[in-house]
């Protein structure tokens, strides 16, 4: 009996999930479907420019396994762009991870989902104060 898949730590949710070629109507394309954990792997090295090790350690899974993750997801977006394909995020083995803030007037501490918002943005729900990450 196979081991279930274990499940991956994202920090970033997808706003877009649909890229494709311009000029070309969406019926006429094939598509590269890329899950939301190769999505976070190309997030964390390529655009953070963090190292392996620690892109791994952010998701909660080997190093091995996120190089395999970086190599899919690099692997289909080269053939999205070099054979005109559409690029489709969705699925996949992941949970959105959690961030620990801590308000600075009345140090009330506050689990929260990463969103698209800009941490600057929250505020403490017991007193309005602003929050830090901790």
């Known amino acids: 009996m196979a081991r279930p898949p274990k499940f991956r730590s994202v920090e970033f949710e997808p706003r877009y999930t649909y890229f494709k070629p311009a000029a070309v109507p969406k019926w006429q394309l094939e598509e590269v479907v890329l899950t939301v954990e190769e999505l976070e792997a190309i997030r964390l090295k390529d655009m953070e420019g963090l190292e392996q090790e620690e892109c791994a350690?952010?998701?909660?899974?080997?190093?091995?396994?996120?190089?395999?993750?970086?190599?899919?997801?690099?692997?289909?977006?080269?053939?999205?762009?070099?054979?005109?394909?559409?690029?489709?995020?969705?699925?996949?083995?992941?949970?959105?991870?959690?961030?620990?803030?801590?308000?600075?007037?009345?140090?009330?501490?506050?689990?929260?989902?990463?969103?698209?918002?800009?941490?600057?943005?929250l505020l403490c729900p017991r007193c309005g104060g602003a929050i830090k990450k901790i």
Request: hydrophobic share 30%; aromatic share 4%; net charge positive.
């Open 57 to 121: 350690e952010r998701m909660h899974i080997s190093r091995p396994t996120f190089q395999r993750s970086l190599i899919n997801a690099r692997k289909k977006i080269a053939e999205s762009i070099v054979e005109g394909k559409a690029i489709r995020i969705e699925g996949g083995n992941y949970r959105l991870a959690k961030r620990v803030f801590k308000c600075d007037s009345c140090d009330n501490e506050l689990e929260i989902r990463h969103r698209q918002e800009q941490d600057s943005d």
